[in-house]
């Protein structure tokens, strides 16, 4: 998964923040998955229009943390999250 990747929710995800962090149901098996910050701060940028890149970008302004670090958690998080059909990624913006 290269750095112009584009994270997309998945449209059949039922989901909603509260108190700062996202639930989501997972549209097949109707399983809870609880996002902390980190994760609904990706989650949210997962609009099929924003890069990687960027989403690594916001999550170091809003967590002070490195760029390599950050990069290397957000990619591990959209893999998880695709392989449990949540996310879809795509080379090209939706733009």
């Known amino acids: 998964m290269g750095s112009e990747c584009f994270p997309r929710q998945d449209p059949r995800v ?3 923040t509260f108190d700062g962090e996202a639930v989501l149901v997972s549209p097949d098996d109707s399983r809870l998955h609880t996002l902390n910050a980190v994760g609904t701060l990706i989650w949210e940028a997962a609009d099929g229009r924003t890069a990687m890149d960027e989403i690594v970008g916001r999550v170091c302004e809003a967590f002070d943390v490195e760029p390599t670090v950050a990069a290397l958690d957000v ?3 959209v893999t998880t999250l695709s392989e449990r059909g949540l996310l879809t990624t795509s ?3 939706e733009a």
């Open 14 to 16: 039922a989901w909603r």
């Open 75 to 77: 990619r591990g998080f």
């Open 91 to 93: 080379e090209r913006s």
